[in-house]
């Protein structure tokens, strides 16, 4: 009897210690799970270049982009306050990997709509990938009200992009966004007269900062990737998150807000005292009626 008691109490214990395993190898391998980066960037947009940020699925984001003069106008123009110029925009997540978007420039007269496609997202554990992968394609049409040869076609221009991002650790994220634009007309009377073709290449390179969980530094830079005139843009900027609403503020060399003026047709120097204030808002709302 005192045999068979003994033999059960060393089967417990082996028992035990079996479960024990499984229940370490179990944790080992939900260790293993992909886990998704999010939050690389706190909006859609680094400063004026887009980011790989997407509106989530079903959620409608509002923007209002609000540009001023230069600094170096002067205390008359109140050191460039008295100018403005605005953009408007709506971008809507058609799916978790895609969103499309409309916007308005007041100054430059364009209307603009984009596409942003994600092909993969930054992944930790057992289906690890370093980056995440977006392409962002949009086209812009300057509005005119000249009548007399009037071709819709010659106010067109394209703009590819790859974006591709990583989150270093929980406070810098950095990006890469190579980019091609094509205007369809070139001449004197265009606002992008400082080339004479019409393709046209640059690398952007952004980056953030987290300084609190609400509050980054934000930087972007896009080098042209040929012989130009124009001025590489340079911007920084912080970014402020409160509930449902992102705030952008920042400097730049550029006043503009769309990629084929800010790229490819900034004349501002930054060390003459050509720098622009401005800011960008952004508020999002659900669209799904189960929410």
């Known amino acids: 009897m005192k045999k068979q008691n003994i033999i059960l109490f060393v089967f417990l214990i082996f028992s035990n210690f079996l479960q024990s ?169 265009s606002y992008l007269n400082n080339f004479n073709n019409h393709d046209h290449f640059s690398l952007g390179l952004g980056g953030r900062y987290k300084i609190t969980n609400r509050v980054s530094i934000n930087f972007e830079n896009f080098i042209q990737l040929e012989k130009s005139a124009n001025r590489n843009v340079l911007a920084f900027g912080f970014d402020i998150e409160t509930g449902g609403h992102v705030f952008q503020l920042h400097l730049s060399n550029s006043p503009s807000m769309i990629e084929p003026i800010f790229i490819h047709n900034t004349n501002g120097d930054i060390f003459n005292g050509d720098i622009f204030f401005g800011f960008n808002i952004s508020r999002v709302f659900s669209l799904n009626a189960k929410n």
């Open 21 to 189: 395993q499984n229940d370490l190898f179990s944790l080992i391998k939900s260790d293993k799970k992909s886990i998704f980066t999010s939050y690389t960037f706190k909006g859609t947009k680094i400063v004026n270049g887009q980011s790989v940020e997407l509106p989530a699925k079903e959620v409608l984001q509002f923007m209002i982009q609000h540009r001023f003069g230069p600094l170096n106008s002067g205390s008359y123009n109140l050191f460039g306050l008295d100018f403005a110029q605005v953009r408007f925009s709506l971008e809507y997540g058609l799916k978790e990997w895609m969103s499309v978007g409309v916007g308005r420039s007041s100054y430059s007269k364009n209307i603009d709509a984009n596409v942003k496609i994600r092909y993969k997202r930054q992944v930790k554990g057992e289906k690890y990938f370093p980056v995440t992968i977006l392409t962002n394609s949009a086209v812009f049409l300057k509005q005119s009200n000249q009548k007399e040869d009037y071709l819709l076609t010659n106010q067109l221009v394209f703009v590819n992009q790859f974006l591709i991002a990583k989150k270093i650790n929980r406070s810098f994220s950095f990006q890469f966004s190579p980019t091609f634009v094509h205007y369809n007309l070139i001449d004197e009377n």
